[in-house]
């Protein structure tokens, strides 16, 4: 597989510059050297023009609604596992209005990679504060500073159960298809927090300005299988001068999937999904 086998024949409307461009890149890229053919692919996405995402690659693709990609995402998995599931999400979508099913997932450990396209505003409706904007800052959409403090999503994923952990830049393509090339290897749900600019809404935190800063957590020796939970949110909280990518965390627990598929086998996707049914409901 190449990256062009990836590519849909709809144009990307996202404006210049934009970091989702890096994304679709590296997914592309990572997508192939993992040799998996487009129609095993499953991408999910929300609301938002990170959603776009899943009209603009070569694969199956669900563009559901605003903070529900990631529960659609599960399901697909649950009812389909031999299937490669990649859920997207904006910032706001992911840490907002979808922070409930964020959390939700973490306890299940569905087999899946979920991307959070993080520019710290929401870019589709002109550049309101997201969940993510840091407590003061004010980029240009904003009338006064943001009087509310940050998530860290990086936390958020840790605290949720999140078996793989990471972070990249929009920009440092080869870099973040290596990281979407190991979470979708990971036996669990992996999650990579995107460092996304924003060239139209977002001028406090640009291509250049993330450029200068990022860095690569392996180059320092770190460790992300060490188990090491006060080093981990060290380096979770470094946000500044330097800022780490790469992985941060990564452990192993059972899947959602080993858990039901043994009194599962055998079944269709659509017993399968009945069965879980089952399982969560008193009544039916
Ligand atoms: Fe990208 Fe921002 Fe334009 Fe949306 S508004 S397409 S996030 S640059």
Same mark, same amino acid.
């Given at each position: 597989?190449k990256?062009k086998d ?6 990307p409307?996202w404006c210049p510059?934009c ?8 997914l592309s890229? *990572? ?9 095993r ?19 199956y693709g669900?563009?559901? =609604?605003?903070?529900?990609?990631l529960?659609v995402?599960q399901?697909?998995?649950l009812?389909?596992?031999? =299937?490669?599931v990649v859920?997207?999400?904006g910032?706001g979508?992911g840490?907002?209005?979808g922070?409930?099913?964020?959390v939700g997932a973490g306890?299940?450990n ?5 991307l959070?396209?993080?520019n ?7 550049g ?5 904007l ?6 240009k ?6 009087p509310?403090?940050?998530?860290n ?6 605290a949720?159960?999140?078996t793989f952990?990471?972070?990249g830049?929009?920009f440092?393509?080869r870099?973040? *298809?290596?990281l979407?090339a ?6 669990g749900l992996?999650?990579?927090?995107v460092l ?5 809404y977002?001028d406090?935190y ?6 200068g ?6 180059e320092n020796?770190?460790?992300p299988?060490?188990g090491?939970v ?6 979770a ?10 992985v ?5 627990r059972p899947?959602?999937e080993e858990?039901?598929?043994p009194?599962?086998s055998g079944?269709?996707p659509?017993e ?13």
């Open positions: 597989m990256p990836y590519r849909s024949e709809l144009a409307d510059g970091g989702n461009y890096g994304i679709v890149a590296a890229r *990572a997508l192939a050297e993992l040799g998996l053919p487009p129609d692919v499953v991408l999910v996405s929300g609301i938002g023009c990170s959603a776009k995402t899943v009209h603009y690659l070569r694969a669900l563009h559901t =609604l605003h903070g529900r990609g529960p995402a399901g697909i998995k009812a389909r596992p031999e =299937l490669t859920a997207l999400a910032d979508d840490m907002g209005i922070a409930g099913h964020f306890r299940r569905v087999d899946l990679t979920y959070l396209f993080n710290q505003v929401y870019g589709m409706t002109k309101q504060a997201s969940p993510t840091g407590f003061g800052d004010r980029p959409g904003l009338a006064r500073p943001n509310q403090g940050p998530v999503p990086l936390w958020l994923a840790f949720s159960g999140y952990i990471a972070r830049f929009a440092d393509i870099g973040l *298809a290596g979407i190991q979470a979708v290897r990971h036996p992996a999650f990579i927090d996304q600019p924003c060239p139209t977002n406090l640009t291509r250049e300005w993330f450029a800063r990022v860095y690569d957590l392996a020796g770190y460790d299988e060490a090491d006060a080093g981990f949110a060290e380096k909280a470094e946000w500044g001068e330097r800022i780490p990518t790469g941060f965390w990564r452990s192993r899947v959602l858990a039901l598929n009194m599962d079944k269709t659509l399968r999904a009945e069965a879980l049914l089952a399982g969560h409901c008193l009544v039916r």
